[in-house]
């Protein structure tokens, strides 16, 4: 009798994801755009949003919807359709954005998606000092009421940001006392957002209906911030409080609307209120390895502080 030869055990291939169609928002943007390439280059299959599809970055295996924004319910429930996941980046900054937010939700339910991971904002809460940082609390609570499959991801402080609030006149000025920031990376805001919307586990208990609090791996006082700016631009940085009649009156010259400027400055406020001083093991233990500090940031990311740099001339 000829026994057959058992077929050759195959290799093992990567690890495997969910074949289920992952809707990403702002795709052309900071977050939006590393989420996308990240999750693509792990094999999900992906729809691309975005308000203007030629900007939207061209992944093997993605699809980019047509033209979409978070106040067109229609717009938004055809980009959805048969998707699965909605990957809800939060919409601009403005006098509307709870109730953009609350449009958008309303058309992931009307299309059938199934689960929504919410870019938040870190302390967000009814009566959080930053204005914005209510948005984000009004706009998680609308989510849960669909009863839907969720994860908000609560980003702190980005380091762009920071780097960005300081002044070509080397001074960074607000109303933040001696309060400190767990500024985060962009990257790691990516790679654990990747982790949660691939269900890799987090120890094995899954995701849903948990809420991270993504930071960097310390809290630095906007003189510390100031030290390592300086630092990197070779020319002195620092910081400049201001009291709240300062701070308004330094930005009135910006011709900004009231909710913009309640904003700018309520930012700094919550700084000082300590409300933006948490630190979380949340991106370690997503993406495993250790979140960067404001230095490797700043290394790997020369521009972000190309204003504060000497004048060559």
Do not use: C
């Not at 300081?166 to 001696?178: F, I, S």
């Not at 993504?214 to 020319?235: C, N, Q, S």
């Not at 948490?278 to 233990?285: C, E, I, N, Q």
Request: aromatic content about 6%; cysteine-free.
């Amino acid at each position: 009798m000829t026994v057959p030869t058992p077929a050759p055990t195959p290799a093992p291939g990567p690890e495997p994801v969910n074949s289920a169609v992952i809707a990403v928002t702002g795709a052309s943007g900071r977050i939006g755009g590393r989420v996308a390439r990240r999750i693509t280059r792990a094999g999900a299959p992906v729809r691309l949003l975005g308000r203007d599809p030629s900007r939207l970055p061209e992944l093997p295996g993605a699809v980019a919807a047509p033209p979409v924004s978070y106040a067109d319910p229609k717009a938004m429930r055809t980009a959805l359709e048969g998707a699965h996941t909605l990957f809800l980046v939060s919409a601009r900054e403005s006098a509307d954005r709870v109730r953009e937010h609350t449009v958008a939700v309303d058309a992931a339910v009307a299309a059938g998606i199934e689960r929504i991971v919410y870019v938040s904002f870190l302390g967000a809460a009814p009566d959080a000092t930053f204005t914005f940082a209510r948005d984000h609390w009004y706009t998680e609570q609308h989510i849960r009421a669909t009863g839907l499959r969720h994860t908000f991801l609560r980003d702190s402080f980005y380091f762009a940001a920071l780097a960005a609030m300081t002044g070509a006149d080397g001074v960074l000025r607000g109303p933040a006392g001696d309060g400190r920031v767990s500024a985060v990376a962009h990257d790691d805001i990516a790679d654990a957002a990747s982790a949660v919307l691939l269900d890799r586990a987090d120890g094995g208990t899954g995701h849903d209906g948990r809420t991270y609090d993504l930071t960097g791996p310390e809290a630095l006082t906007l003189d510390e911030v100031a030290g390592v700016l300086g630092r990197f631009a070779g020319r002195p940085v620092r910081y400049e409080a201001e009291t709240r009649p300062q701070a308004y009156g330094s930005r009135m010259r910006h011709g900004a609307p009231d909710w913009e400027l309640a904003g700018w400055v309520t930012s700094y406020e919550a700084i000082g209120a300590g409300e933006l001083a948490t630190v979380s093991d949340a991106v370690p233990r997503l993406t495993g390895r250790p979140a960067k500090d404001l230095a490797t940031y700043l290394r790997e990311n020369p521009d972000s502080y190309a204003h504060l740099l000497p004048s060559s001339g």
